[in-house]
């Protein structure tokens, strides 16, 4: 049964996805709904992680295989690059975290299942909260690129000195978006 496994890589995936939303939260400090949800977002997130304790106790206190712990570093690392600022930076960040998302809602949808054919009412409780919570993080990001996404995308000028703008400069081009 490899059910410890994924409450494993559930853990760590929350445990990412709150990593995640601290830094947008403190990248993005001057927006104030991007700060303001995202702490709470990680708040959450934490606190989805501390539900679960009982359910590895019960299922095996396995850690990730290594080899699936260094998969969600990676994918974190991969994801959010650095401090991004600005607009630009901001949806990149929301994208990241729909990304992150939507692999945790995956992870419970899977964990709840398989307490339904376990009959575990517990483990599918707490997997539906879960899953409930990355479907309401997901809501929200969508509604952020929704709102905001083209118009970032094709009002918004590079930064001066940003590699954007460099390149433009290099070819000529400055000032044509």
Same mark, same amino acid.
């Given at each position: 049964?490899? =059910? ?14 709150? @990593?995640?939303?601290? %830094? ?8 104030? *709904?991007?700060?303001?949800? &995202? ?22 206190? @396995?850690?990730?295989?290594?080899? *699936? ?15 991004? &600022?600005? /607009? /630009? ?9 729909? /990304? ?7 992870? %419970? ?10 009959? *575990?009412?517990?483990? @599918?409780?707490?997997?539906?909260? /879960? ?32 590699? =954007?703008?460099? =390149?433009? %400069? ?5 000032? =044509?978006?």
């Amino acid at each position: 049964m490899h =059910v410890g496994n994924y409450l494993a890589l559930l853990r760590a995936s929350e445990r990412a996805l709150a @990593k995640g939303f601290a %830094a947008t939260a403190a990248h993005h400090s001057e927006d104030p *709904d991007i700060a303001t949800v &995202s702490r709470r977002f990680a708040r959450a997130c934490e606190a989805h992680r501390a539900r679960l304790a009982p359910l590895r106790s019960r299922y095996g206190n @396995k850690p990730p295989h290594l080899s *699936d712990a260094i998969e969600v570093v990676a994918l974190r690392a991969t994801l959010f690059r650095g401090g991004r &600022s600005g /607009l /630009l930076g901001a949806l990149r960040d929301v994208q990241d975290l729909w /990304l992150l998302a939507h692999r945790t809602q995956l992870l %419970a949808l899977l964990l709840w299942q398989a307490g339904a054919a376990l009959r *575990d009412e517990e483990l @599918k409780s707490v997997c539906a909260d /879960l899953k409930e919570a990355a479907d309401g993080q997901i809501a929200w990001l969508r509604t952020r690129v929704k709102e905001e996404g083209a118009q970032i995308l094709i009002a918004a000028p590079p930064a001066q000195g940003s590699p =954007v703008h460099r =390149v433009r %400069a290099w070819a000529g081009v400055v000032g =044509v978006c």
